[in-house]
């Protein structure tokens, strides 16, 4: 227990960058796996195939390899100063780069789930958007993404929890969160290890919990009957 | 073909959604052209490469990676079922006091990330590298499966156990002949597509150094001072393995549909699958 108080600044420093992670990851993840969702529901067969490809690589190599990948190619491609701040805080272009790794994994994910709540609706509410003479943007708009959205929050949910822990293989690479921060505790620490694991995992079960709080939250408010 | 999104094309729509992929197409290419190109202009395919790529010693490597990655991931799914079973059992169980643990247990090892456990598991309980792996393979994939058992048992229409009680069978009966049988066939893919997760989650045995097929390839890349096609060549392996896997779970799952075998409501358990896909 005095090691969880005696290193708590260390502790809460390793979680704030597990936030930052979690933010710019689901930030990045969600933009690029809505697009990727839209490639694969689109009619231009080679789009189809682009996103078909990309969710089947990436969801099926595992995330230390695409890290290691990205951690290597990122710079080969020339992004060799991805660095920048916000207010006090500094994110370097390391940081920034797991950070894209991470997103091009969870991007395949995010993709899946938006795919699923588009294709939940049944087709009939589009025809009769149409049949009522509604244009394909008034269709789409007031009838199709409304429910899409909706039928989309509990997978994506589950999507940004598995992203929450997955920001912990990072700190394979050295990024300094709460993980990192555990093992490095752990051998300083070794006896008082029960608390530190207890501890740290305390830290994710709050974020996990607040997740899902809130995107039961969202659901409910969001309900509408059918 | 006419979906939610939009109408079934007509003559002019083809001719434009055929400029479109041919667009689209050239602009994909273009793009992994720059990517190969930018990593052979840092000699990453260059002849030397290939040259040690077809040594005899790296392809001994890869295997032994492998091989440690099988072993780990087969060990910790069958380990898993098992717990899972347990836990579900436990889930379901009539007294509070089974329930309430068997609850607490699911929640904690499906919310904390696996690294941790496998450091905790490692550091802690000293119980050799190959086997904290599994245990913490185990812990954490077992809880999951638990969610996945319960839901498949949950999804078995009602009547059916109600049936199962009105002959007079006890509650073990109506779990192991009735409803245990009908929810296997539905959880079948759900337990083939953990498969895909714990091959890949193996590869996180790299913090306590488990040498498998991830850190065998950075070997590699260490060893030939080249980093991408040593990396390349596990990504595919391990594309190869988990699509194989994927394309089972859907075989299985379309056999199942067909025969009419899964009976329960699959609303449920697609949400829960939803969920443990994401999984590292």
């Given at each position: 227990m005095d090691t969880l108080i005696d290193n708590l600044d260390q502790i809460l420093r390793g979680f704030s960058n597990t936030l930052w992670l979690l933010l710019f990851s689901g930030i990045f993840s969600t933009i690029l796996g809505t697009l990727l969702a839209s490639f694969r529901v689109s009619p231009v067969a080679s789009l189809q195939a682009i996103g078909t490809w990309y969710v089947n690589t990436f969801r099926n190599t595992p995330l230390v390899l695409i890290l290691a990948l990205a951690i290597y190619v990122i710079p080969v491609l020339g992004f060799n100063s991805l660095g920048f701040s916000i207010g006090f805080r500094q994110f370097d272009t390391f940081f920034i780069v797991a950070t894209l790794g991470l997103s091009s994994y969870t991007a395949a994910f995010v993709c899946e789930a938006v795919r699923s709540g588009v294709n939940s609706v049944p087709a009939g509410q589009a025809e009769a958007a149409r049949s009522v003479g509604m244009s394909f943007t008034q269709s789409l708009r007031l009838v199709v993404l409304p429910q899409a959205f909706r039928t989309v929050i509990p997978p994506l949910a589950s999507t940004y929890i598995a992203l929450a822990k997955n920001t912990s293989v990072v700190a394979i690479f050295g990024v300094p969160e709460a993980a990192y921060v555990m093992r490095k505790l752990s051998n300083q620490y070794s006896s008082d290890l029960w608390a530190i694991f207890l501890g740290i995992a305390l830290g994710y079960i709050l974020i996990v919990a607040v997740i899902s709080t809130a995107a039961t939250f969202l659901e409910r408010r969001l309900a509408v009957a059918r | 073909m006419s979906t939610v999104l939009f109408d079934t094309p007509g003559p002019k729509a083809q001719a434009r959604h055929r400029i479109m992929t041919v667009i689209a197409a050239v602009l994909a290419v273009l793009l992994l052209a720059w990517v190969l190109w930018k990593l052979y202009e840092e000699g990453?395919?260059?002849a030397s490469v290939w040259e040690d790529m077809s040594q005899p010693n790296i392809w001994e490597a890869y295997w032994k990676g492998l091989l440690a990655t099988l072993k780990a991931a087969a060990s910790a799914i069958v380990l898993s079922v098992v717990f899972g079973a347990v836990l579900a059992i436990a889930r379901l169980s009539d007294r509070a006091w089974v329930r309430f643990p068997a609850r607490v247990v699911v929640e904690f090892f499906r919310a904390v990330p696996l690294l941790l456990q496998i450091m905790f598991v490692y550091?802690?309980?000293?119980?050799?590298l190959y086997w904290s792996l599994v245990l913490a393979l185990t812990l954490y994939n077992g809880s999951v499966l638990a969610e996945v058992f319960r839901a498949g048992m949950l999804a078995v229409p009602q009547g059916q156990s109600e049936a199962a009680y009105a002959i007079g069978m006890r509650k073990n009966q109506v779990m192991r002949l009735v409803l245990m049988p009908q929810s296997i066939t539905i959880m079948l893919p759900a337990i083939v597509s953990q498969c895909v997760i714990v091959l890949k989650d193996t590869a996180l045995g790299q913090i306590v150094s488990y040498r498998e097929l991830v850190v065998e390839s950075q070997g590699i890349a260490g060893f030939i001072h080249h980093t991408f096609v040593p990396l390349a060549v596990a990504a595919a392996i391990f594309i190869t393995i988990n699509y194989s896997l994927s394309r089972l779970a859907i075989y299985l799952e379309a056999r199942m549909a067909r025969r009419g075998q899964?009976?329960?409501?699959k609303v449920d358990l697609g949400t829960i699958n939803a969920a443990q896909n994401a999984g590292v």
């Open positions: - | 990453e395919f260059q550091f802690g309980l000293g119980l050799g899964s009976s329960g409501q």
